[in-house]
């Protein structure tokens, strides 16, 4: 089949890199000029992630890059120590900087798959025996399939699913994300330091450049997700006054070529595709921090592509499976993601020191830590993943 996919992150490209392996014809359109590199850490957490990177031929490529992080210390306004939030709770099994993992899945296709930068679909046209594309720039193309995996902020989940303020679900807090010099010496660890509704933490996995996250909550909060520097101006304005090493960063920030900036926002449909037109990670069922967005996203594109070999070109059947089988996975992760973001950014002095406590008095007790690391793969291992064909890796 002749199918195209909207986004080259994570979702796209792995899927992508099944879909060729099965012997279909790929293209993968992505809206922004070039692959975009930046992001801060994302993460695997046990056996259904690892075992499908595995399956993907990526594991080792990826535990090349991986982030090897320890614990995030958290700190006062002097830079002090307080606490420290133990590394299975971050880090899962394999972390890697999310800029790493679109290189991997990149690099890894690029030779069979077509990629299109700098290009979006503006209109969709369905019929019995096909889909009809068009494009920002370029002639309108006619493709098998269509597989919105462009994020929270889906062109395809708009085009197609209808009502897009109805299918997202703020969960009230931003984040504002990107690189800069390795100013604080850090070396596989972070810093985490907070105040009431906002929160600062600074990591670096391999030494060298630092990533930094500026976090806030406030309900309702509207911005363009297409205008850069309002959103840089948003993060400013918030962190106006903040203590500890805050000024110099907001300072970094304005240089910051890869400033990335989100709500973190849940999507909930009802249906996961329309005729010969599915959605995939994010576009589908993005779920927030702690919703194990990325492994969603790679194991998602595993059983997408899965089925659909397996159905033998029966769409309709292989989408009604996939989402059949995704369904009670995504929910487990949407489900934890929702209570995640009261101990990223607690709203009072008094809370902030109540999950120190708890982090502080945790910390030497060996069981806790295995309770730690039992939480944190919970709902990542949820799933049993189906036994598909596996063409040979070319
Ligand atoms: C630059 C960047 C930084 C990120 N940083 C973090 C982070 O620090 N922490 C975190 O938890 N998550 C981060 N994410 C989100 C994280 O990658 C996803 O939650 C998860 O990995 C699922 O990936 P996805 O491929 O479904 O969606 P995404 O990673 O959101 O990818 C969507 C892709 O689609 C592209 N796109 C959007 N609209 C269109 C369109 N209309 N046409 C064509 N292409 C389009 C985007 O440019 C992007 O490349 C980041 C995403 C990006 C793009």
Same mark, same amino acid.
């Given at each position: ?8 992150? &994570? ?26 590199? $930046?992001?801060?850490? &994302? *993460? ?48 899962? *099994?394999?972390?890697?900087?999310? %800029?790493?993992?679109?290189?991997? @899945?990149?690099?890894? !296709? ?11 679909? !503006? ?5 019995? $025996? ?6 920002? %720039? ?8 269509? #597989? +919105? ?12 699913? +209808? ?21 604080? $010496? ?25 990533? &930094? ?44 070529? *890869?400033?990335?900036?989100?709500? !973190? ?15 995939? =990670?994010?576009?589908?069922?993005? =779920?927030?921090?702690?919703?194990? =967005? !990325? ?17 033998? +070109? ?18 487990? $992760? ?5 209570? +995640? ?20 008095? &945790?910390?030497?007790?060996?069981? #806790? ?5 039992? @939480? ?8 049993? @993943? ?9």
């Amino acid at each position: 089949m002749d199918i195209l996919i909207s986004g080259a992150s &994570v979702a796209g490209p792995s899927l992508a890199l099944w879909l060729q392996r099965y012997g279909h014809r790929v293209t993968v359109v992505e809206k922004a000029p070039a692959l975009r590199g $930046g992001g801060y850490a &994302v *993460d695997f957490r046990g056996r259904v992630h690892l075992q499908t990177l595995a399956r993907m031929g990526l594991r080792e490529a990826l535990e090349a890059r991986a982030t090897h992080m320890g614990d995030i210390a958290i700190v006062d306004a002097t830079g002090r120590q307080v606490a420290a939030i133990p590394s299975a709770v971050f880090s899962g *099994d394999l972390e890697v900087l999310r %800029g790493d993992l679109a290189e991997v @899945l990149y690099a890894a !296709t690029r030779e069979r798959v077509r990629y299109r930068f700098g290009d979006q679909i !503006t209109a969709i046209a369905q019929d019995a $025996g096909g889909v009809e594309v068009t494009f920002a %720039g370029g002639a309108p193309q006619r493709f098998d399939l269509v #597989v +919105g995996a462009d994020g929270v902020h889906s062109g395809v989940r708009r085009l197609v699913f +209808g009502d897009d303020a109805a299918h997202k679900k703020p969960l009230g807090v931003y984040a504002g994300i990107f690189t800069m010099p390795g100013t604080f $010496g850090l070396r596989r660890s972070g810093i985490m330091y907070s105040e009431p509704g906002r929160a600062v933490s600074v990591m670096s996995p391999h030494g060298g450049d630092q990533i &930094v996250s500026l976090t806030f909550a406030e309900p309702g909060l509207e911005f363009d997700h297409r205008d850069v520097a309002q959103q840089r101006r948003i993060i400013a304005e918030r962190f106006t006054g903040a203590g500890w090493r805050t000024p110099e960063l907001l300072e970094a920030m304005a240089h910051a070529e *890869d400033f990335w900036f989100d709500s !973190t926002t849940q999507i909930h449909l009802e249906r996961w595709s329309a005729g010969r037109v599915v959605l995939l =990670g994010d576009a589908g069922y993005a =779920g927030g921090p702690g919703g194990n =967005g !990325t492994g969603l996203a790679v194991v998602g594109a595993h059983v997408l592509a899965g089925e659909l070999d397996r159905a033998r +070109g029966d769409h309709e059947a292989a989408f009604g499976h996939y989402e059949r089988l995704m369904r009670p996975y995504v929910a487990a $992760g949407q489900k934890q993601a929702g209570g +995640g973001t009261d101990f990223l950014v607690p709203s009072t002095w008094k809370k902030i020191a109540q999950r120190n406590r708890f982090f502080k008095t &945790v910390r030497y007790v060996p069981p #806790v830590r295995g309770l730690f690391k039992y @939480l944190a793969t919970r709902t990542a291992t949820a799933f049993e @993943l189906p036994e598909y064909r596996l063409p040979a890796l070319v």
